[in-house]
């Protein structure tokens, strides 16, 4: 059940991507052909002006079809439209799966309870933080060496990235900016409940309540979630992590059914895959935005290019170079999940 849930929500969200082109290029009276939801034999069709609207089999994405050729007559074609306008349509399925994000995380925040205020509510008996020189009750994170906590969540993630047991924190106090330089805040030993746990002894407990205090909070899980794919890029290239560690489709699907099945409600299940699903939408709104041949971040990328040697050099780069460009990296992404669907298939019956 939860496998088909998962491909469901690849789905929903390839689809919405597509939406986002496909809502773009009407609002700029491009011509589209074909708007599908799902892939393969058409289950349900209709032709509604010079669009046709389609429902196929197969549930793993959709497609918006415009007019691209570059040598085409149709003053309406995507091609034959202005630089600005084509670049914003290219966008437009990146928004739509960065606000997809956001909104399925408007739903699950007043249900769930990841998504707390940075706020020192409380000490742990013998907390060595608790004092004049360091952190306060009624303090609120603001950033650790640099770099923004928006949710309580944050502090444990920047804290474990940290390459040094000194940081540097900013906090807010009594509505200043307070900072203490070269901070020694590493966890300790406590004793609750006769057992010996390892904390950094900080309570945060505070939640505000109402719509807008729930938009923020999915505005600020959003930010995490595209801080989080920046940071895992990062490590890509500077070797923390190899192709081992990537997860493609295949990968993912798995994750979502062991999330499924180990939470321990239905309700549970139903808002840790929706996290997920939120994570994923972002993530998907990330990458596909990045300046890589095939993606709409490369299309983007030859966009302004071409925009400026035009604007420049008053002559038309012709568009079979770009077409090559985009042509091998295609077959260099099919390859790179190729491999990744091996790693993923072989870590699952391993």
């Not at 004793?191 to 309570?203: A, F």
């Amino acid at each position: 059940m939860y496998i088909v849930i998962a491909i469901l929500i690849f789905g929903l969200l390839i689809a919405t991507h597509e939406l986002g082109h496909f809502l773009a290029a009407k609002a700029f009276s491009v011509r589209v052909s074909e708007f599908a939801v799902g892939m393969g034999p058409a289950l349900i069709k209709k032709q509604k002006g010079e669009t046709l609207y389609a429902l196929r089999v197969l549930p793993i994405g959709g497609y918006c079809a415009m007019e691209e050729d570059e040598e085409s007559a149709e003053p309406r074609a995507f091609s034959n439209q202005a630089w600005w306008k084509r670049f914003i349509i290219l966008a437009a399925g990146a928004a739509m799966n960065f606000l997809t994000g956001l909104i399925i995380l408007m739903f699950i925040v007043p249900k769930s309870g990841l998504f707390i205020t940075p706020k020192i509510t409380g000490f742990f008996d013998n907390c060595p933080y608790n004092n004049a020189q360091g952190l306060q009750t009624g303090d609120t994170f603001y950033s650790i060496d640099g770099h923004r906590v928006f949710l309580s969540s944050d502090l444990s993630l920047l804290l474990s990235r940290s390459k040094s047991e000194n940081i540097d924190i900013v906090l807010i106090r009594d509505g200043e900016k307070v900072e203490l330089k070269d901070y020694r805040f590493v966890p300790v030993d406590y004793t609750l409940d006769g057992e010996k746990v390892t904390k950094i002894g900080i309570y945060m407990t505070d939640r505000e309540t109402g719509f807008l205090a729930d938009l923020k909070y999915s505005w600020d899980g959003s930010r995490d979630f595209v801080r989080l794919v920046w940071m895992g890029l990062s490590d890509l290239v500077t070797g923390g992590v190899g192709l081992k560690d990537l997860s493609g489709p295949v990968g993912i699907v798995g994750l979502i059914n062991d999330v499924g099945e180990n939470s321990a409600t239905k309700t549970d299940a139903v808002l840790n895959i929706a996290y997920l699903a939120a994570l994923i939408a972002v993530n998907l709104a990330v990458m596909n935005l990045l300046p890589i041949p095939a993606l709409d971040g490369g299309r983007l990328f030859f966009l302004v290019i071409t925009a400026l040697i035009e604007g420049v050099f008053r002559r038309k780069l012709n568009p079979k170079y770009e077409g090559y460009v985009h042509a091998a990296g295609f077959v260099l992404l099919l390859g790179l999940m190729a491999v990744v669907m091996v790693s993923d298939i072989y870590k699952l019956i391993a």
